[in-house]
């Protein structure tokens, strides 16, 4: 368990949009240390961390990054991308998603988007603000978003200091590939397209 360099940038894009984040409910799925709902919570958000119910432990690292950040009112819950489960029912409708390096194993990608689509079903205004390190040129959300009518807008990094090597003196991201993207649904427009 350690900061991705994925969630440097999401925490500094959160960080630039600091002005719209009280007041919003704001989910971060797959949360590990917490860093872009850390930060998310310090901005005045109200943040529920979610990260494997299968995973105990990451639960554990998601309550401990609460304790050393002085945030008692972040609720952790345990979520498994793609379960339907009384956690993810019992959830209220959020505003904003936040995935940080979800987007890791291709096998995984439908389960995340199952996940996040039930989400949008309470709130169809919801946006998931996601980052996610290009590994492979053969891995596509395409056909995913297309599949859930969703569609994606890619933000480009320097639209909010974060197209360096490093950011808020820290190392990451490094000279990693880092890619950000805003997913909703679809609505009018033609599903499974991300705009660049």
Not at 100 to 114: G, K, Y
Request: with cysteine.
């Amino acid at each position: 368990m350690y900061v991705w360099p994925c969630a440097v940038v999401l925490a500094q894009y959160l960080w630039f949009h600091r002005g719209s984040l009280p007041g919003k409910a704001v989910l971060e799925i797959g949360a590990g240390v917490s860093l872009p709902g850390i930060m998310a919570a310090k901005c005045g958000a109200e943040v529920i961390l979610s990260d494997s119910s299968e995973l105990p432990h990451c639960l554990e690292i998601c309550r401990r990054s609460c304790q050393m950040n002085n945030l008692p009112q972040v609720q952790v819950v345990g979520l498994t991308w793609g379960h339907v489960s009384q956690a993810l029912l019992a959830l209220p409708p959020q505003d904003i998603i936040l995935a940080s390096d979800v987007f890791f194993e291709p096998e995984d990608f439908e389960d995340i988007l199952t996940t996040v689509y039930l989400l949008m079903q309470k709130n169809p205004k919801v946006q998931l603000w996601s980052t996610y390190q290009v590994r492979s040129a053969d891995w596509s959300l395409e056909a995913l978003l297309y599949k859930w009518d969703m569609k994606c807008v890619h933000i480009p990094l320097e639209s909010f200091g974060a197209d360096k090597e490093d950011i808020a003196e820290s190392a990451l991201p490094g000279r990693h590939t880092i890619e950000m993207l805003v997913i909703s649904l679809a609505k009018d427009s033609f599903s499974g397209q991300c705009q660049y």
